[in-house]
């Protein structure tokens, strides 16, 4: 089981992300296209592989997070191209893994209740949906890469989103945190399966205050059973990115997680 980190946010370079992981013995960088650094850097001939080569550390990358693969083909193409672009600089450098999230789509509150037009719309959308990241994946199978979905927010109609993805083969990160805070529903999904197709945990905790779930809290923190997932990531061979956002909160986060 490897161990990683992402893009902190209070960096301004791939050099200050690299030599952090470094020092605190992570074994790999998740890139993230949302921040204009990341971005700039990917099409920089040379400097990520110089990275890679000075730090000794293996590299994921993680798409914009509101990208939607099952929207209208003209919107998701938009998208194949962006993802074709940064994909195929960051696989020349040895990308590991994409990873994307899946989203609830579109939303429409009637009297205060949210209604999901993909939940409406559902053989359309999930053919879609199929369709694009069967390319996506082809595109990343063809590079050496592996195309991991990651469950964001995870509503109810979703739970036949998940089942058909799988029945299609795909692979999957799955996000603890996300999971604690859309009321275990993912889990439920995947605990069915033996958390079959799951490649990388994203490992974060949640706690209440005032009502309110609040997530990527320090390891320990909070109510999730981060041993629980360790124990599984370990059985099945996934790798975990310690998904906290700033370098103290790493840090505590990865001395608690070795320890468990």
């Known amino acids: 089981m490897k161990i990683g980190m992402p893009i902190l946010y209070s960096f301004d370079s791939l050099l200050d992300n690299f030599a952090f992981a470094s020092r605190g013995g992570f074994d790999f960088v998740e ?7 990341c971005r700039k850097a990917l099409l920089e001939k040379g400097l ?3 990275l890679i080569k000075k730090y000794g550390l293996g590299i994921t990358l993680h798409f914009f997070d509101e990208a939607d ?8 193409e938009s998208y194949f191209i962006l993802l074709e ?18 989203i609830e789509g579109p939303v429409v509150t009637i009297s205060g209740v949210k209604n999901y037009v993909y939940e409406k719309e559902f053989d359309e959308y999930i053919s879609r949906l199929k369709r ?14 592996a195309l991991a979905l990651e469950n ?23 996000d603890i945190g996300h999971d604690e805070v859309c009321g275990n529903l993912p889990r439920k999904i995947f605990q069915k399966t033996d958390f079959r197709g799951v490649k990388e945990f994203h490992i974060h905790d949640v706690k209440s205050e005032k009502g309110m779930k609040k997530d990527h809290v320090n390891l320990g923190d909070g109510k999730v059973d981060v041993a629980y997932y360790k124990r599984v990531a370990e059985r099945i061979g996934a790798d975990c990115l310690l998904e906290l956002k700033c370098a103290a909160d790493l840090e505590n986060s990865l001395a608690y997680f070795k320890k468990l």
Do not use: I, W
């Open 85 to 102: 672009r940064y994909l195929l600089s960051a696989a020349a450098e040895g990308l590991k893994t994409l990873v994307v999230h899946l």
């Open 31 to 37: 890139l993230n296209l949302n921040f204009s650094y």
């Open 132 to 145: 694009t990241l069967s390319r996506v994946e082809r595109l990343c199978r063809e590079n050496k890469v």
């Open 69 to 76: 693969f099952g929207t209208y083909d003209e919107v998701a």
């Open 152 to 174: 964001s927010k995870t509503v109810p109609y979703m739970e036949k989103t998940y089942a058909a993805l799988q029945h299609e083969g795909f692979s999957f990160t799955f």
């Open 48 to 50: 990520l592989g110089s």
